[in-house]
């Protein structure tokens, strides 16, 4: 499994820069960089609640489901990179990770 890092303070699943999912989809069939990416598991965070979704507790690794088919770390459509950043983006929420393969 990858480690993750996620500093979306405003995302229902972020505690303490982890996410609380067992798993995470990021998006971006055609991308060819990181802007054209998103993380289609990002919950936007509601009221007061510190975690809105249901899951509670952090993992430090987590499986990543890619469809950033042009990434030299989607292996199948898993994530095989060693650690993924989960960040805000000019466009939303964006995998700073990708790394293009060639688009």
Do not use: W
């Amino acid at each position: 499994m990858t480690k993750l890092k996620c500093n979306i303070c405003d995302c229902a699943s972020n505690k303490n820069n982890l996410c609380c999912r067992p798993y995470i989809d990021v998006g971006g069939t055609n991308a060819c960089s990181c802007c054209e990416t998103s993380c289609d598991s990002y919950i936007q965070k509601t009221g007061n609640a510190t975690n809105s979704s249901d899951f509670s507790s952090p993992n430090s690794t987590l499986e990543i489901n890619c469809k950033a088919k042009n990434c030299i770390h989607n292996q199948s459509g898993k994530c095989n990179a060693g650690l993924v950043n989960i960040e805000n983006g000019s466009n939303g929420v964006e995998c700073s990770s990708f790394e293009e393969k060639g688009c």
